[in-house]
């Protein structure tokens, strides 16, 4: 995870998307912008060599990194739907190319997402992600990516399914608040017990159900409370920031998205010692 933390946000919170993200990140201090592979409707454009290069090079001009590539679209085909089908067709071909972008722009994560249309809620959908997460780690393996996989598994749901897939390129991408939203799980708990296998993480908050919809730690989803688990136990890596800052509820309380990201990334220093 190297020796030191970094502080990213994610490309889908800034107020604008593009190459010219890196530039706002850099502005604000951030060390870096996890970015998305796209939508299937777009033809997935981050695998476009044109597209990296436009990244790569505004990257470079800025200083920033790219700790990993988000999968989103698996939001609307998810890992769950059936072999054959068209929609895990489209689930496939996003993942693919996103690990083959990893690898041409030299990311080392995959992060892909189990909500909406892939939320696992049933053994049958479990046994497909499972398959799906075996093919895809030895992809990824043969060009040293990490696959990390974001869900709403439980504490021991989550050790069955790195038991099953084993692939040694499998980790947890850890979400400071979808499993309290989602589930109502301790998010404390659910990071101390799987700390081993988290690769990286988002912080966000919220309160009354709402995603992403509050300043960090003024929110309903114990924020400090998991903030100290991972800085107990010595956490070096990423952490994205992930709130919604132009949209409600949050950009109700400032109508410039940048002013609330600014108090987001004040807070995330100070719980993580970092001034």
Same mark, same amino acid.
Not at 5 to 14: A, V
Not at 119 to 136: A, G, N, S
Not at 216 to 230: A, E, R
């Given at each position: 995870?190297?020796?030191?933390i970094?502080?990213?946000?994610?490309?889908?919170?800034?107020?604008?998307?593009?190459?010219? $993200?890196?530039?706002?990140? $850099?502005?604000?201090?951030?060390? &870096?912008?996890?970015?998305?592979?796209?939508?299937?409707?777009?033809?997935?454009? !981050?695998?476009?060599?044109?597209? =990296? =290069?436009?990244?790569?090079e505004?990257?470079? =001009?800025?200083?920033?990194?790219?700790?990993?590539?988000?999968?989103?679209?698996?939001?609307?085909? %998810?890992?769950?739907?059936?072999?054959?089908?068209?929609?895990? =067709?489209? $689930?496939?071909?996003?993942?693919?190319?996103?690990?083959?972008?990893?690898?041409?722009?030299?990311?080392?994560?995959?992060?892909?997402?189990?909500?909406?249309? %892939?939320?696992?809620?049933?053994?049958e959908?479990?046994?497909?992600?499972?398959?799906?997460?075996?093919?895809v780690?030895?992809?990824? !393996?043969?060009?040293?990516?990490?696959?990390?996989?974001?869900?709403?598994?439980s504490?021991?749901?989550?050790? #069955? !399914?790195?038991?099953?897939?084993?692939?040694?390129?499998?980790?947890?991408?850890?979400?400071?608040?979808?499993?309290?939203?989602?589930?109502?799980?301790?998010?404390?708990?659910?990071?101390?017990?799987?700390?081993?296998?988290?690769?990286?993480?988002?912080?966000?908050?919220? #309160?009354?159900?709402?995603?992403s919809? $509050? !300043?960090?730690?003024?929110?309903?989803? %114990?924020?400090?409370?998991?903030?100290?688990?991972?800085?107990?136990?010595?956490?070096? %890596?990423?952490i994205?920031?992930?709130?919604?800052?132009?949209?409600?509820?949050?950009?109700?309380?400032?109508?410039?998205?940048?002013?609330?990201?600014?108090?987001?990334?004040?807070?995330?220093?100070?719980?993580? &010692?970092?001034k």
């Amino acid at each position: 995870m190297g020796n030191k933390i970094k502080l990213g946000i994610c490309e889908w919170s800034l107020p604008i998307e593009g190459p010219y $993200a890196c530039k706002i990140a $850099a502005e604000l201090g951030l060390d &870096g912008v996890q970015l998305d592979i796209g939508k299937y409707e777009r033809g997935f454009s !981050l695998s476009s060599p044109y597209v =990296q =290069q436009a990244y790569l090079e505004s990257a470079k =001009q800025y200083n920033i990194s790219f700790p990993s590539i988000a999968v989103r679209e698996l939001d609307n085909y %998810g890992m769950t739907r059936p072999d054959g089908s068209v929609e895990k =067709q489209i $689930a496939m071909e996003g993942i693919m190319k996103a690990i083959k972008t990893a690898e041409a722009m030299e990311i080392p994560v995959v992060m892909l997402p189990s909500f909406l249309d %892939g939320e696992i809620k049933t053994e049958e959908d479990f046994d497909r992600v499972v398959h799906c997460l075996i093919k895809v780690c030895d992809e990824a !393996l043969d060009r040293n990516v990490i696959v990390a996989t974001e869900n709403l598994l439980s504490i021991e749901e989550n050790k #069955r !399914l790195f038991e099953l897939v084993n692939r040694p390129n499998l980790r947890l991408y850890y979400d400071t608040q979808n499993y309290y939203l989602n589930k109502k799980y301790n998010q404390a708990e659910l990071a101390d017990e799987l700390f081993s296998s988290i690769c990286e993480f988002h912080v966000k908050d919220g #309160r009354n159900d709402d995603l992403s919809g $509050a !300043l960090l730690g003024t929110g309903d989803s %114990g924020f400090f409370d998991t903030m100290k688990v991972f800085m107990d136990k010595g956490y070096t %890596g990423w952490i994205n920031i992930e709130n919604y800052y132009d949209r409600k509820p949050l950009s109700l309380t400032n109508e410039e998205p940048i002013t609330l990201i600014k108090r987001d990334i004040e807070i995330l220093r100070k719980t993580i &010692g970092n001034k």
